[in-house]
């Protein structure tokens, strides 16, 4: 079952609970004063009975009613600071609107916040549009907001410094990502209105500068809702056309001046993304040369206004032959010079001795390489003899201190188990000993072991 309509008679009819009424009357026939109780307790019980008893609901949703038909509260302007602004990631905003003397809760829904040119901060002042409704499960009043001005400084200037800040922080103004413009380019793509002055003004100067330069026009609106959508589908077709069709050297993305609501297309956020992600330079000429855009920054070059940028893309036919005409003269000073310069050597050449007898230093030469053989030949053979009185010195030192030569001199040496007996500790009666003598050796066995004194010292 639907939920039961109210109207305002019902609302209001509400009857008051009697109370037993005092009568004096004066006059009776005694001459007395008698006051007279009037019983009502029949009435009471008959108002109780006709009155009706509404729900929490009934109530919420007349006083919605009430509200949603004033046309003072149906579209109405509003202007306060804001306040506990707060965006869940439904997309719809809230926030509190107050002044010095009260508050004013607000809700701004998705579709109409995605409108907004700024970002709606606390401390902000502003002046609303919207109407005053009731949420009916809460029961409270709030405005629901349709637009949103600041009432300080402009809500575009305001988008702008927002968005500024924003690109820049990402880096997409950083000059490390400018591409360089070609000096002499092919094919110019142009992104503008085709009826505007400046691509009448860009035609004009590109013929007279440089008329082989073929000019690629993509036709976009430049103001209006529909200008950034269009601006970043032509930026991106150009890339395209220039990765499948033909090479564009550069692009130049712009019009002519106008106010910040005109020029706003070039604020958009989508088509500073548009302009960073093309591979082809772009160049920005956008308004007069005062006038600054987010293109301005994001681009690879910035031009004041649309001739401006014909003049930077294309270079003047004139300048160019004048420089190849300097070039060519001093290239053809350069040549004569360095034909003199080699001359003179030839010159100097022929006048020398060697030129006219050659093998003189030949002969010169063999005969340094004579002198550097005997130089080479006399230090080996002194280094040699050197070398060979430095063997017979340690020879002499190894003979003196050989086993052999002490042997020769009538000394001998025992050895008892392959080692050298050093003591006469080392032997016991009975071992067996060979003894070594210079020209052979003889087996022995101890028969007596005797220990020397030891000599005293004095």
Same mark, same amino acid.
């Given at each position: ?98 002044? @010095?003397?009260? %508050? ?11 409108? =907004? !040119?700024? /970002? $709606?901060? *606390? ?23 349709? @637009?949103?001005? %600041? ?11 927002? =968005? !500024?800040? /924003? $690109?820049? *922080? ?289």
């Amino acid at each position: 079952m639907g939920k039961p309509k109210i109207t305002l008679l019902d609302f209001l009819h509400l009857r008051k609970e009697s109370e037993s009424v005092t009568v004096r009357d004066d006059t009776d026939r005694d001459g007395r004063q008698e006051e007279v109780e009037a019983p009502v307790e029949a009435e009471e019980a008959h108002a109780r009975a006709h009155t009706r008893i509404y729900t929490v609901w009934e109530v919420t949703r007349y006083i919605r009613q009430k509200l949603d038909s004033d046309e003072l509260l149906r579209g109405l302007y509003v202007k306060g600071e804001l306040s506990n602004v707060s965006q869940p990631t439904s997309g719809h905003v809230y926030f509190t609107l107050k002044d @010095e003397y009260s %508050e004013l809760r607000c809700v701004m829904f998705r579709d109409r916040n995605a409108l =907004l !040119k700024f /970002k $709606l901060e *606390d401390g902000m002042s502003v002046i609303v549009r919207g109407h005053i409704s009731v949420y009916e499960k809460r029961g409270k009043y709030q405005l629901y907001v349709e @637009e949103i001005q %600041e009432s300080g400084i402009g809500a575009l200037y305001r988008a702008f410094e927002q =968005l !500024k800040k /924003k $690109l820049k *922080d990402e880096g997409l103004f950083d000059t490390v990502h400018k591409k360089p413009i070609p000096a002499i380019p092919h094919t110019i793509g142009v992104i503008t209105s085709p009826t505007g002055a400046a691509i009448r003004d860009m035609i004009n100067i590109t013929r007279r500068r440089f008329p082989h330069v073929r000019i690629l026009l993509a036709p976009v609106a430049v103001q209006g809702e529909e200008a950034a959508a269009q601006i970043v589908n032509a930026i991106r077709l150009m890339n395209r056309v220039n990765k499948e069709l033909m090479k564009v050297d550069v692009l130049v993305v712009g019009r002519g001046g106008g106010s910040i609501e005109e020029l706003w297309a070039f604020n958009e956020e989508s088509v500073a993304r548009a302009i960073f992600a093309s591979e082809i330079p772009v160049v920005s000429a956008v308004g007069h040369e005062t006038d600054f855009t987010i293109a301005d920054f994001v681009a690879d070059r910035r031009a004041a206004t649309p001739s401006e940028a014909a003049e930077l893309v294309v270079p003047d036919r004139r300048e160019i032959v004048k420089n190849l005409n300097t070039l060519e003269s001093r290239m053809r000073k350069s040549v004569e010079r360095l034909i003199e310069q080699q001359r003179r050597r030839l010159e100097s050449m022929e006048k020398n001795v060697l030129f006219r007898k050659p093998t003189e230093r030949i002969n010169q030469y063999r005969q340094m390489v004579d002198d550097m053989k005997r130089t080479l030949i006399a230090e080996v053979i002194h280094h040699l003899q050197l070398y060979r009185k430095s063997l017979h010195a340690l020879r002499g030192k190894l003979d003196a201190l050989s086993p052999r030569a002490i042997l020769e001199r009538g000394y001998s040496i025992c050895i008892k188990e392959e080692r050298v007996v050093r003591s006469v500790s080392d032997v016991v009666v009975g071992d067996e000993l060979r003894i070594l003598f210079h020209d052979g050796e003889a087996v022995s066995e101890v028969k007596e072991r005797e220990r020397s004194q030891p000599q005293s010292q004095s």
